[in-house]
């Protein structure tokens, strides 16, 4: 005698979209886009300036984008084998980076905003055109507000993907819970 288990729903975001497709689809854009932005950051070692702190902060870069891309693979097979382990070591490498993300983030607003009065300064050169002086000046504010929202942004999105692998996690750990507790005709006998 079999005992039936009510089918748990396929948990969804965005309304109707399965949360494993949405996993592969994370994943495969981590893969792609961490080894582009890995890349072009070796490829950026070349053309820098050759100060130490140019060399540290794309050698940083170009390790934490290659972390990303090869755990984007480890996502994307657990997502396609449905290997909850390995799902689990994604969503954790996710929210470290998420984390280092925002530490970036705010460091870099945080020089953005410092440095402001250099730039303006390099910028007007000694000009007192007032044109000058307002073109500085929003130039500025521009690149203070694409910081601001460029960051914000993509806290966003990198919350909304942790948010995504780890119903998708708890997802393969009610699979896992159903199908341990089905008692197959042999196992009542």
């Known amino acids: 005698m079999t005992t039936a288990t009510p089918l748990r729903r396929t948990r969804t975001f965005c309304g109707c979209i399965p949360v494993r497709a949405g996993v592969i689809t994370l994943a495969i854009i981590g893969l792609v886009g961490g080894a582009c ?3 072009l950051g070796c490829l950026n070692l070349i053309n820098l300036p050759p100060t130490e702190a140019n060399r540290i902060a794309n050698g940083i870069q170009v390790g ?11 996502g ?14 994604y969503f954790a ?5 998420l984390l280092f993300s ?3 983030g705010v460091y870099g607003m945080y020089r953005v ?3 402001s009065p250099q730039y303006l300064h390099e910028c007007q050169s000694g000009s007192e055109d007032p044109s000058i002086i307002k073109i500085c000046r929003e130039g500025d504010m521009l690149m203070k507000g694409i910081v601001v929202g460029v960051s914000i942004i993509a806290w966003l999105l990198e919350i909304w993907a942790c948010v995504i692998v780890f119903d998708y996690s708890k ?5 896992e819970e159903d199908a341990e507790s089905v008692v197959k005709d042999n196992e009542v006998w």
Not at 64 to 74: E, G, K, M, R
Not at 79 to 89: D, E, S, V
């Open 113 to 115: 905003f410092r440095d």
């Open 37 to 39: 932005v890995a890349a």
């Open 102 to 104: 925002f530490a970036l």
């Open 76 to 89: 994307l097979i657990g997502a396609i084998m449905k290997k909850r382990a390995f799902i689990n070591l």
């Open 171 to 175: 997802q393969l750990e009610e699979e």
């Open 64 to 74: 934490v984008y290659t972390v990303l891309a090869l755990v984007s693979l480890f």
């Open 93 to 97: 490498i996710l929210i470290g980076h």
